[in-house]
């Protein structure tokens, strides 16, 4: 007959954010040359993911990809941000996503493109006109 431990209906559940700010309060507060090479990769990767969720990184990424243009993906960065790549001041006064990611910094080249502002409006008016 199995039993079930009930040991874990008491304890608190952590975010994934919190997790990763635990795993760096835990192996940072410790000296890199006490720690081991597991515990170096975990405090790495712990920091990349926290990075990754900054507005900064997404608009550096993305500014990357717009200006090397080599790639599929980069031409199509390209082709999103039109032909002049926005500030980040505005870039992030565009930036509406909840959470920050690559495809929310998408959406808002896509946003302050004026060729892509056009056709939305234009898509708008012609809503508008079959409406009538």
């Known amino acids: 007959m199995k039993t079930t431990n009930n040991t ?4 608190v559940k ?21 720690l081991t090479a597991y515990e170096l ?3 790495q ?25 080599s ?7 390209f082709e999103l941000a039109g ?4 500030t980040f001041s505005a870039f992030s006064k565009a930036y509406k996503s909840k959470y920050v990611s ?3 910094g998408g959406m808002a080249l896509k946003a302050l493109n004026p060729k892509h502002q056009l056709s939305a409006k234009v898509k708008r ?7 009538k």
């Open 14 to 34: 952590l975010t994934p954010a919190q997790k990763v700010q635990l795993t760096i309060d835990t192996l940072g507060s410790k000296n890199v040359s006490e």
């Open 71 to 77: 790639t599929a993906v980069e031409k199509l960065t």
């Open 83 to 86: 032909k002049k790549f926005p």
């Open 125 to 131: 008016q012609n809503k508008a006109e079959a409406k």
């Open 45 to 69: 990767s712990a920091l990349r993911k926290q990075e990754q969720k900054s507005l900064r990184f997404v608009y550096a990424t993305l500014k990357r990809e717009y200006e090397s243009n």
């Open 8 to 11: 874990t209906a008491n304890e």
């Open 41 to 43: 990769q975990r405090l």
């Open 102 to 104: 690559l495809w929310g």
